[in-house]
């Protein structure tokens, strides 16, 4: 049994990859979720029963919360816990695209511990552990530097930038970049090839559990919209947005409309 919960979750992450990488560019079995929640595929429901079984086998009562699991809320009675998205970016995996990841992150009274976001069909696997910094295939990683605002590349949809979201409009001439799955957003952030990325309406936890970690420990800001600082293993499963990046991370949070429940 792995001694580190981090050895758990990168021994964990490669074996599931092997089943996510049997069922790629093969023609799973898809359906949609109900209430228009987005494609599921019998992948994802393998590799969610594969990352159940062998993470909860090797850590007696850590709780357990992933997308493609009917919640137990009995998971907010456990100081420790999985927060696990067994395919982040599905519709890409569907698709045949390489940008699909699985993101498996620990945490502890509400902070995430461990962390990583692997991403199988492109052989790149982020690694982090709250104060022991972050990787991608065991080499460091840092977010980018400071520059001005209007030089920057944010990973975000469009529907962010629309004007009502800003105080004073969207931030200037930003260069606006996307990938389908949040947790590569966060991985590319933290490795410095983005300066930031934002999500405004409300966020799974199981999509920016892991990434958040590798961002922050790529000595950058993982934060909800308005600032504050991420508290996971909610009753719904969700945080109030999210704003992560290096130096354009408080920039960006500084240029933000305040939300309407803050």
Not at 71 to 86: G, Q, S, T, Y
């Amino acid at each position: 049994m792995p001694a580190s919960d981090l050895a758990l979750l990168k021994e964990a992450a490669r074996d599931a990859g092997v089943i996510a990488l049997r069922h790629f560019r093969s023609a799973p079995e898809v359906w949609d979720k109900p209430g228009g929640a987005g494609p599921v595929s019998e992948a994802d429901l393998e590799v969610d029963r594969m990352l159940r079984h062998e993470l909860l086998a090797s850590r007696k009562g850590y709780g357990w919360l992933s997308e493609e699991t009917d919640d137990d809320l009995a998971r907010l009675e456990a100081e420790r816990l999985f927060i696990v998205d067994p395919i982040d970016g599905t519709r890409a995996f569907l698709e045949g695209s390489e940008d699909w990841a699985l993101s498996l992150a620990t945490a502890r009274a509400g902070r995430i511990t461990a962390a990583v976001v692997y991403l199988p069909a492109r052989k790149l696997m982020f690694a982090a552990h709250r104060g022991g910094g972050a990787s991608v295939n065991g080499k460091p990683v840092h977010v980018a530097d400071d520059r001005p605002l209007e030089e920057t590349d944010i990973l975000a949809t469009r529907p962010n930038f629309a004007a009502e979201h800003w105080k004073a409009g969207a931030p200037p001439a930003v260069k606006r970049s996307f990938r389908s799955s949040l947790a590569y957003r966060l991985c590319l952030v933290a490795e410095g090839r983005y300066d930031a990325m934002l999500t405004l309406r409300p966020a799974w936890e199981w999509d920016i559990a892991a990434g958040s970690l590798i961002v922050t420990e790529a000595k950058g800001q993982a934060t909800n919209r308005a600032g504050q600082q991420l508290v996971f293993n909610n009753p719904g499963a969700q945080v109030d947005g999210l704003v992560a990046g290096g130096p354009a991370q408080s920039k960006l949070i500084g240029l933000l409309a305040r939300p309407a429940s803050a």
